[in-house]
């Protein structure tokens, strides 16, 4: 069993990131962060997410709203930071206030800023297989694991458990692309599939994004797959000084060594998910200098 | 074993997209064919669709082209069908000319008249679930036949064997997406995947759209599964007066006795292709005057 490490793959994409940065040249990369409230979990990953950018040399903004802002003035901002050529990339941070349709703000994203890839015409081109698509964030630092870790995907099976718009279906849909370390044969289930546990065993890759503590059990996993646990759960823990802890959507101890690779919760998907940030707000400055 | 015949269900289909016409009143609905070159299969296709858009009261107008065309001129004339507030929807008939690249030309369809849901726009809308969504006319017309047939898909396993854009794939979307006639475990394979005789037998429902003859033989397949042959291939065949026949991607004979429901080829999915077409046609009408 090899413990898969978020860490050490996410140092070497922004490692990268910077890189591509200091290639581009000129102003650096610009990110400005909409938040709607004041969510405490909201509140810790954006405050990561900028952190990262600025280590990086990316130029962030946050631009914060009471929880109690109409969809239309959200909108009208969005529209704004559309028009603004000096910046780059939107991420609009999830989830937004039950009166805010959450899809209709992030379809306002300009399809060239949305570095989240949550608007349909980056959905629409993550289809097409066009490269210029952005592929959330979540999705495309699973691949990236996977490719920087060389476990192969051709021909392979790929289970992903949870058909979220942010990372079951994306995530499908990358894997089963054309190309190296995707050609996978994909399948995704969730919690109306019949037969969850056999379905499951048959993964040589399996994707946890059901959003249950602990939900995959060693029963349903195959010897020797590769499990990616994309969970980030709240448990109750009054052992902890917070009064909880983090787990995922997979029961490590028990699957764990019946597997070839496995992420940890924390400290696996989740760093790539900030990484691939940074990769997608490079991505869309390159673009953007270079007229697309 | 029930031979699941797309005539008597396009012709249910085709009389209520009559009614929805008639209930629609005005000016009927008006579908614009963009044909390139003198495709014998294309040809006769796009006469087919008007024959049957003349039956049902839709106005169609076929606007030819020849194969040299450029695609400036080509995204220009599309330009133009999409201002032309007269126009409801605008149909490119597949394939165009290698000179051309075809999904910069699908994309350049007004998603609002997009009726064959082969823009990006569209796609995203089908994976984000939306309603008013334009969704690609066979994977439609398949869901149509499950639903019409009342095969339940519920919890079900649907392997869908091609991963193309204009069937396999917004047929696996559709499939997996929440609701009635959908909410099914689904796995795309290809002709890059492992153990496929394995796979596909792990199939309640079969959706065949890999474009090879006689591909899927009774030993890929389930006994009590439903079967959807999408093939249309050309085959020759010395004893027709034309010099070719029709067929599938099941080897019928072989494969049918094993089969709850299996469509015929010709006479099966091929119909409702059309019908679907037909509906999206009034859909895209019904949309325009709501203002959507």
Do not use: W
């Amino acid at each position: 069993m090899k413990l898969l490490e978020g860490k050490p793959i996410a140092a070497a994409v922004l490692d990268d990131v910077e890189a591509d940065i200091r290639r581009l040249g000129g102003t650096p990369p610009s990110l400005v962060f909409v938040r709607v409230g004041e969510d405490p979990a909201s509140v810790s990953y954006v405050e990561s997410k900028r952190k990262t950018a600025e280590r990086l040399g990316v130029n962030s903004r946050l631009d914060p709203f009471p929880e109690s802002i109409s969809e239309e003035a959200l909108l009208a901002h969005i529209e704004a930071l559309n028009q603004d050529p000096a910046v780059d990339a939107i991420l609009v941070q999830a989830p937004l206030p039950a009166h805010i349709e959450s899809q209709r703000v992030f379809n306002a994203v300009d399809p060239s800023k949305d570095v989240d890839g949550f608007g349909r015409q980056n959905l629409g081109r993550l289809v097409q297989e066009d490269p210029d698509a952005f592929v959330a964030c979540t999705p495309l630092g699973i691949q990236e694991m996977i490719k920087r870790a060389g476990i192969p995907t051709e021909g392979r099976r790929v289970v992903v458990l949870g058909r979220s718009l942010i990372v079951g279906k994306p995530a499908a849909l990358l894997f089963m692309q054309k190309g190296p370390f995707a050609n996978a044969t994909v399948t995704v289930a969730h919690s109306r599939s019949a037969h969850l546990p056999a379905l499951t065993r048959e993964a040589d890759i399996l994707i946890a994004a059901i959003g249950r503590p602990g939900y995959v059990t060693a029963s349903m996993v195959k010897e020797g797959a590769t499990v990616i646990d994309v969970g980030i759960n709240r448990v109750e823990d009054p052992s902890r000084a917070r009064g909880y802890r983090i787990t995922g959507d997979v029961l490590f101890d028990e699957v764990a060594p019946k597997c070839d690779y496995i992420t940890p919760v924390p400290g696996g998907v989740g760093l790539m998910t900030v990484a691939m940030l940074m990769h997608n707000t490079a991505k869309a400055c390159r673009l953007r200098r270079s007229g697309k």
